[in-house]
């Protein structure tokens, strides 16, 4: 299994990126695909939260900012950021899991599959 994140880039406060997680296989195959993020010197958090039904989760610091997505189509999931802060500066890294429950969905340790992880800077 692999996953495979890009898009990330260097933007202005105010901005927007879009970051996409190419998974090989099928979306289908996955109960939750996850984005996590790390800032410099700071823990990994979660940032959004996808399950196979397609029912989204957001960390309450980017709800109304950010929309995750997924087409099933091209096994990929997106991340739309919109009105990016400074704050939002970190690696952003994708994630998967076949078995995840809902009760443990924003934990990363029940994720088994990651991608290498993407930077986004924002920055003036």
């Known amino acids: 299994v692999q996953l495979q994140a890009s898009g990330g880039g260097l933007v202005q406060p105010g901005g927007s990126l879009r970051l996409s997680c190419a998974v090989s296989?099928?979306?289908?195959?996955?109960?939750?695909i996850a984005w996590f993020r790390q800032a410099p010197g700071k823990e990994r958090e979660g940032v959004s939260w996808?399950?196979?039904?397609?029912?989204?989760y957001y960390r309450d610091s980017v709800k109304g900012r950010f929309t995750t997505s997924r087409d099933d189509a091209k096994n990929t999931v997106y991340l739309e950021m919109n009105s990016l802060k400074s704050e939002d500066t970190a690696i952003y890294y994708c994630?998967?899991?076949?078995?995840?429950?809902?009760?443990?969905?924003?934990?990363?340790?029940?994720?088994?599959?990651w991608g290498q992880g993407t930077q986004v800077t924002v920055s003036s």
């Open positions: 296989g099928s979306t289908r195959d996955y109960r939750a």
């Open positions: 994630a998967a899991s076949k078995t995840i429950i809902l009760s443990s969905l924003r934990d990363e340790r029940y994720y088994r599959y």
């Open positions: 996808i399950t196979r039904d397609r029912s989204t």
